[in-house]
């Protein structure tokens, strides 16, 4: 994709093997990804902040799982942060999955494996 609009949409983890689909809430706007979670007590599914090579959870209110992918949508590290942390940058990271610390785990997200995004239409009359 080239260009990323804040919105919603479907996470597909694995699609070549099956996949699993999560919904996911994509912070592409400056404002978007500097709230993120901040504030919230849960996540439904996943947020995509993009572009994004790192994160940190000060003032967050949860542990979270931060997936840190490629520009081809790849994992190259998922990690568990507890809130008031500084996550390190990570170079050929060009996006950043979060969602509730232990989910990325059941849903079979680990480094290598590769995700696909697929975005809702927008809503009549927005």
Do not use: N
């Not at 919603?8 to 912070?27: F, K, M, S, T, Y």
């Not at 504030?39 to 996943?46: E, F, I, L, M, Q």
């Amino acid at each position: 994709m080239a260009r990323w609009r804040d919105g919603r949409g479907e996470l597909v983890v694995d699609a070549e093997g099956g996949g699993r689909r999560v919904p996911v809430e994509i912070a592409a706007s400056y404002r978007a990804r500097t709230r993120g979670l901040l504030g919230r007590d849960s996540v439904d599914g996943a947020m995509l902040l993009t572009p994004a090579g790192s994160v940190h959870t000060f003032r967050m209110r949860m542990p979270i799982d931060v997936a840190y992918l490629d520009g081809r949508l790849r994992v190259i590290a998922v990690r568990t942060m507890p809130p008031g942390r500084l996550g390190l940058p990570r170079l050929r990271s060009r996006h950043v999955l979060e969602a509730a610390a232990g989910a990325m785990e059941t849903w079979g997200l680990r480094a290598g494996v590769r995700v696909e995004v697929r975005l809702s239409p927008p809503c009549a009359g927005t």
